[in-house]
């Protein structure tokens, strides 16, 4: 679960780390109301979409001269200014895809006298089980470049959970930004505060980009993008608050409600299948014959026939999907109940493409005869090679 970057924030103000001041708005007037409550002259205007490289994002309705997704406001004026233009426009990013993102939130903070800029993020690292603090010196809009071009100017610290943050990794941290004096030690607060942030706030991700020294001699988070481990996230009822659907895939919050794991690919086969690993070699299969998969999609292992229905449903709902692979291994799942739901699904909708069906174990052969039943034209499959081959010359054959 992501969430936007005055969200972030404001967590991290809570866990006592230097963020500069700022509010959200969702109406010019409001972008004036909260520029109201800043000591100025300065304000900075910030487009709140759920994707990186807003700063040198371009807006779709706006001319190629017009300024990005981050802008600085002398004025009470220019914040009304730029709030106008921005909200409601798509804003094009090198993380949004050419379709871009729709414009509904603004963040209007505090500008901030930059002397330097550093990169630092907190993340799981599940090769070695620990967390990895990532840091560098050259922060900004262009650590992707950085990290690709010169990746020995980004310092991993390796931190064991069982340890917790220790006085080595914040020294460590300092070291790595080159930091010293009365900066170094403020590098090694804002370490450990941020390590016990992500730790409690169960966060998948914490990245600050950038961490800047001000002219002043602080140390402050200037951007923050957050997200959440959704396996924790019934530790944290109030997350449900933070979420903002309209920045989510529309078939991905709909699969949400039936606790369905679904992310939507480019590809053209729908997959269902109960079990992740079995999904990935199923997408994997259809990839190897050819074709490419429409979406991972994961009705778990205790799924009901209203589940399967839904799963079916949002498969469908795909313009680009031209045939579906159901692929079922019922060990806790049984095949039967799989069968209802697909054929419940199949006479609500127009199936209007191709469907394979390959089922195995529990309760196998009432679900074979359920499908072979129901009067619907459904091609049984022997195994997951049998099943890939089949959809994929059906999907053909149908072009």
């Known amino acids: ?203 998948a991700m914490l990245e600050i980009n950038p961490l800047v020294e001000s002219e002043d001699g602080k140390l402050i988070i200037l951007d923050a993008k957050m997200s959440f481990d959704s396996n924790a996230a019934f530790r944290h009822p109030e997350y449900e608050a933070l979420r903002d659907v309209t920045e989510e895939d529309p078939m991905e919050v709909e699969a949400s409600k039936y606790d369905l794991a679904y992310v939507k690919l480019d590809g053209n086969i729908g997959c269902m299948v109960n079990g992740a690993g079995l999904a990935m070699a199923t997408m994997d299969i259809i990839k190897l014959e050819g074709a490419e998969p429409a979406n991972f999609l994961d009705v778990g292992g205790g799924a009901t026939t209203e589940k399967v229905t839904a799963a079916f449903k949002i498969i469908l709902s795909d313009p680009a999907v031209k045939g579906i692979l159901v692929n079922i291994f019922g060990g806790i799942m049984r095949c039967d109940i799989i069968a209802e739901g697909i054929i419940a699904a199949a006479k609500q909708v127009d199936l209007s493409v191709p469907l394979v069906v390959r089922l195995e174990g529990t309760n196998v052969e009432e679900g074979k005869a359920i499908l072979a039943q129901s009067g619907l034209p459904i091609v049984a499959a022997n195994d997951l090679g049998d099943a890939a081959r089949k959809i994929v010359e059906q999907v053909r054959q149908a072009a």
Do not use: W
Not at 63 to 72: C, I, M, Q
Not at 77 to 102: H, Y
Not at 105 to 129: M, P, Q
């Open 1 to 203: 679960m992501n969430i936007h970057e005055y969200q972030a924030k404001e967590l991290l103000a809570k866990a006592g780390l230097p963020v500069p001041a700022g509010y959200p708005a969702m109406t010019p007037e409001e972008a004036v109301e909260a520029a109201g409550k800043l000591p100025g002259p300065l304000y900075v205007v910030k487009a709140q979409i759920h994707a990186g490289g807003r700063g040198k994002g371009k807006f779709k309705e706006l001319g190629p001269d017009a300024k990005g997704g981050v802008r600085l406001a002398r004025s009470v004026d220019e914040v009304r200014a730029n709030a106008a233009e921005m909200l409601g426009n798509t804003l094009v990013t090198i993380q949004t895809g050419a379709e871009g993102k729709q414009v509904n939130r603004l963040y209007v903070t505090d500008g901030v006298d930059i002397a330097r800029e550093y990169y630092l993020a907190l993340l799981v690292d599940r090769g070695s089980g620990r967390v990895a603090m990532v840091a560098s010196t050259e922060g900004g809009m262009d650590i992707e470049t950085v990290a690709h071009d010169t990746p020995e100017r980004i310092t991993t610290i390796t931190i064991d959970p069982a340890q917790g943050f220790q006085p080595h990794h914040g020294r460590a941290l300092a070291y790595a930004l080159k930091l010293t004096g009365d900066l170094n030690k403020q590098a090694q607060a804002t370490a450990r505060k941020l390590y016990e942030a992500f730790m409690n706030l169960d966060c």
